[in-house]
């Protein structure tokens, strides 16, 4: 779906009289508007002649090949989440998790944002059973285990480095990150369990919670080396991206820069990373010759990327017909809530 559509589509339903909370109204409209403002920076310093250039110089068997990278990282993912699902007790098939993962891509891009969507994908794969707290616990811990696993790999690509372009201060900013993770993951619950009374109902829904956390090392193991392929598959394919597109940026810069690309356009300030993610490719990589024309192309192709998958999850629901009932449940839950 082509951006001007799926934009228009978002400031649509920002403003649609099903409203929302005049709270998450705000929140969207700050998310839009620092992708326009971001966005607008970055193109301020653009030739747009030279853009055109830089686009028309990826072949549609490279575009294809990175719509197919990212198609396989996606099911990457959606396999490690039925694992920590499963170890929470969700034993589901593959395809019904795939299934709740594609819907849940397609609520995050183009509907519910990122929180509204992982809500979304956990409520499906719970279905009507009673794991509904288990099930979004295990979205919150793909999540989380994820994000660690992405700021370790920058760190440590980033010692082999050479480069002054990432401050010793923001990496250690994000090794909060990991940190808290794994405090999270192996204090929490008892720092939690310690603090509530056995019979209290807050402790029983946290009980169920982290019965999320896999704690099995077998599991742990498992779902890590699955998030290092997929983070790396990642990189290597702005690796490709890059190279067609005529810059010539060593695999190590790659390796150690788009991590924290990545991190910084996932923080729910943008939409999709929109704005965000091309200043952050400029700042990691100008100093190795990215123009400011291939940050804009590269950030281009990689929503297309994303959102050309995250439709799957919308034909999936369309087919399924019960994408409707699912929102609306999703609704009333963050109305209650």
Request: charged fraction near 15%.
């Amino acid at each position: 779906m082509p951006f001007p559509v799926v934009f228009w589509a978002e400031l649509r339903a920002l403003f649609s009289r099903r409203s929302r909370s005049p709270l998450k109204t705000a929140k969207s409209l700050i998310k839009v508007l620092v992708s326009i403002g971001m966005l607008a920076l970055v193109l301020h310093l653009v030739d747009f002649q030279r853009l055109g250039q830089t686009l028309s110089e990826i072949s549609i068997w490279t575009f294809s090949l990175i719509i197919l990278g990212y198609a396989l990282g996606q099911l990457l993912s959606a396999w490690k989440w039925s694992l920590i699902a499963a170890s929470g007790g969700i034993h589901s098939t593959f395809p019904v998790t795939l299934r709740a993962y594609l819907i849940g891509m397609y609520a995050n891009c183009f509907g519910l944002g990122l929180v509204g969507g992982d809500v979304l994908r956990g409520l499906l794969l719970a279905g009507k059973t009673e794991n509904k707290t288990t099930a979004l616990a295990s979205v919150v811990a793909d999540r989380a285990h994820g994000l660690a696993v992405l700021v370790v790999l920058g760190m440590l690509f980033a010692l082999f480095d050479g480069r002054d372009t990432i401050s010793p201060d923001f990496i250690y900013f994000t090794l909060l990150i990991p940190i808290s993770v794994l405090a999270l993951w192996i204090v929490g619950p008892a720092v939690f369990f310690k603090l509530l009374p056995p019979h209290n109902r807050l402790r029983h829904k946290l009980e169920q919670a982290f019965s999320a956390f896999p704690k099995d090392i077998g599991t742990v193991v498992s779902i890590t080396v699955i998030s290092v392929v997929f983070h790396l598959s990642q990189l290597f394919l702005h690796f490709v991206i890059f190279r067609a597109l005529g810059a010539s940026i060593p695999l190590l810069y790659v390796l150690s820069s788009i991590p924290f690309v990545n991190v910084l356009a996932s923080l729910p300030i943008s939409w999709n990373g929109l704005g965000v993610r091309e200043n952050s490719y400029l700042f990691f990589l100008a100093s190795v010759g990215l123009t400011n024309e291939q940050a804009v192309a590269t950030g281009a192709i990689w929503l297309i990327a994303v959102a050309a998958n995250s439709a799957i999850g919308g034909i999936v629901a369309f087919v399924g017909g019960d994408l409707k009932s699912e929102v609306e449940r999703q609704e009333k839950l963050a109305v209650n809530d």
